[in-house]
């Protein structure tokens, strides 16, 4: 059973910048399609950025992201630490959202998933809430 656990979320002024967290537990992280979504009150879940995975450490993974974010957030991961992590800076108050990481397996090497029905575990969300 993989098990994700989300971290880093917190109040901050339009301009800044949080680093979410996602540690996964449970299974073999590295061949997991990895996504960020988040949700904001009265919103439906909507997908922020995803990151596909590799066979070998050297191969180039594949990222994507949603329009609004593009150029302000960048997903990353760490196969070692078993972490995916979304660096978010500029923050704007219409990000004010819980961000929840996900995981996909199996996943297709490359490919990256931008639907919540594409992925089976999902963490708890951490929020992040952005003031103006």
């Known amino acids: 059973q993989v098990q994700l656990v989300e971290s880093g979320g917190g109040l901050v002024q339009a301009g800044g910048s949080l680093r979410l967290s996602c540690k996964a537990s449970?299974?073999?992280?590295?061949?997991?399609?990895m996504g960020w979504f988040r949700q904001a009150p009265g919103k439906e879940r909507a997908f922020v950025a995803a990151?596909?995975?590799?066979?070998?450490?050297?191969?180039?993974?594949?990222?994507r992201y949603a329009d609004s974010v593009k150029g302000r957030f960048t997903i990353s991961r760490d196969n070692a630490k078993n972490t995916v992590s979304l660096e978010t800076n500029s923050l704007k108050p219409e990000d004010t959202a819980v961000y929840y990481c996900?995981?996909?397996?199996?996943?297709?090497?490359?490919?990256?998933?931008?639907?919540?029905?594409?992925?089976?575990?999902w963490g708890q969300g951490t929020q992040v809430t952005v003031s103006s």
């Open positions: 449970g299974g073999t992280f590295s061949r997991y399609a």
């Open positions: 990151i596909s995975w590799a066979p070998l450490a050297w191969n180039t993974v594949s990222t």
């Open positions: 996900a995981a996909r397996f199996p996943a297709s090497t490359g490919t990256v998933y931008l639907r919540t029905n594409e992925y089976g575990y």
